[in-house]
């Protein structure tokens, strides 16, 4: 009996422990995609901001003189002509040295890969305002973009991109790479929010 006991003893004294501890489920991260998406970020911020600053352009538009004597003058179109377009070039600068900060910041996550909740936090908060930032300049710059384009009849603005057809494919190539620069602003709000959820748990 003795015996019996001691056996049981030994072999509930093997099995408790085991059956009490479960390892803790391995950390979920995306600072990899953080890195990569914050590099693609700065490339798409920079490449939109050259794009926007060199969108200048310069034609002859005839006056209102009678043929026997025709008459033209000399108009430029320049981003710094509209407050949407200025907008746009501040918000895209601002944005850019933003991520060339966070990719820093982001490559020190990598090599430390148990960061602060307060820096997760702090991540999320900068990036969804830039994120506002990007989406308002955007759609400013889309408006007018879009004025230029088609005009409007009922308020008598007439079109422009007939005339300045280089301004305007540089204004519409640079407000659609801010939308994707917005775009990745989004995902990387996401991404820090599900990393932060993950350590709260």
């Known amino acids: 009996m003795s015996s019996i006991d001691a056996s049981t003893t030994r072999d509930s004294g093997k099995t408790a422990p085991e059956s009490g501890h479960h390892p803790p489920p391995p950390l979920v991260n995306f600072f990899g995609v953080d890195f990569v998406l914050r590099f693609f970020l700065f490339a798409s911020t920079i490449s939109a901001l050259i794009v926007m600053v060199t969108s200048k352009q310069t034609k002859l538009i005839p006056t209102s003189l009678s043929p026997p004597f ?72 889309g408006g007018v973009a879009y004025i230029g384009l088609k005009g409007n009849s009922h308020v008598n603005w007439n079109k422009i991109c007939n005339f300045y057809d280089k301004f305007c494919r540089h204004i519409g190539a640079s407000a659609l790479v801010s939308l994707i620069a917005s775009i990745i602003l989004v995902i990387l709000v996401i991404i820090s929010s599900y990393s932060l959820y993950r350590r709260s748990r």
């Open 70 to 141: 025709p008459a033209y003058v000399s108009r430029a179109a320049k981003f710094d002509h509209s407050p949407a377009f200025i907008y746009m070039v501040v918000a895209l600068a601002v944005t850019c040295f933003y991520s060339i900060i966070t990719m820093f910041t982001s490559a020190f996550v990598i090599s430390n890969p148990f960061p602060s909740t307060k820096m997760l936090f702090n991540m999320i908060l900068f990036d969804a305002l830039m994120a506002g930032i990007m989406a308002s300049a955007t759609g400013a710059t």
